[in-house]
T-cell receptor
Framework: QKEVEQNSGPLSVPEGAIASLNCTYS??????FFWYRQYSGKSPELIMS????GDKEDGRFTAQLNKASQYVSLLIRDSQPSDSATYLC??????????FGAGTRLTVKP | EAGVAQSPRYKIIEKRQSVAFWCNPI?????LYWYQQILGQGPKLLIQ????????DSQLPKDRFSAERLKGVDSTLKIQPAKLEDSAVYLC???????????FGDGTRLSIL
């Protein structure tokens, strides 16, 4: 069983729409949750971090965490073509060891 | 604030040769990570250091890969001998402590011929 699972996509949304990215994880002891964006040929860059159940908003981005369901999601409002990238979900375990999902490729069409 | 520095950016070697990568984390960051990212996949953690001690190396192929962080600052990852399946981008990242967000370097793209 994969530790961190994401739909590989591609996910395609029109410009201005809401993009919804989902992630599930297997380790119930996980404490920290992150969303990274990775453009083709570039390194991952942090978008959001979330540590407790509920929603966390930062500009057009909202991260949602539900530890009971072992589920974390990222919503991107008013999607822009520049948001087209691969979005990586990352989860830390009890040893603070980081595990990444395979990523979801998002395409925002003008 | 200077970011995570990695070198070289690109490396091409033949199989069975050896190769080494260098990483200098952000100043003050105690935790350093090495990842392998194969095209189309998420980063795979190879080894995690807390200062100069190893926290996790469960996914490091220890028969051919080695890493060290002797003074708790910069780090070296070595592959010897390289196999074709080692072709990937090797990413170094650092964080203040293990539970905090990581900052990534630009990576080293390794091609094995």
């Amino acid at each position: 069983q994969k530790e961190v699972e994401q739909n590989s996509g591609p996910l395609s949304v029109p410009e201005g729409a809401i993009a919804s990215l989902n992630c599930t994880y297997s380790d119930r002891g996980s404490q920290s949750f992150f969303w990274y964006r990775q453009y083709s040929g570039k390194s991952p860059e942090l978008i959001m971090s979330i540590y407790s159940n509920g929603d966390k908003e930062d500009g057009r981005f909202t991260a949602q965490l539900n530890k009971a369901s072992q589920y974390v999601s990222l919503l991107i409002r008013d999607s822009q073509p520049s948001d087209s990238a691969t979005y990586l979900c990352a989860v830390t375990g009890n040893n603070n060891d980081m595990r990444f999902g395979a990523g979801t490729r998002l395409t925002v069409k003008p | 604030e200077a970011g995570v520095a990695q070198s070289p950016r690109y490396k091409i070697i033949e199989k069975r040769q050896s190769v080494a990568f260098w990483c200098n984390p952000i100043s003050g960051h105690a935790t350093l990570y090495w990842y392998q990212q194969i095209l189309g996949q998420g980063p795979k953690l190879l080894i995690q250091f807390q200062n100069n001690g190893v926290v996790d190396d469960s996914q490091l192929p220890k028969d051919r890969f080695s890493a060290e962080r002797l003074k708790g600052v910069d780090s070296t990852l070595k592959i010897q001998p390289a196999k074709l399946e080692d072709s990937a981008v090797y990413l170094c990242a650092s964080s203040l402590v293990g539970s905090q967000p990581q900052h990534f370097g630009d990576g080293t793209r390794l091609s094995i011929l």
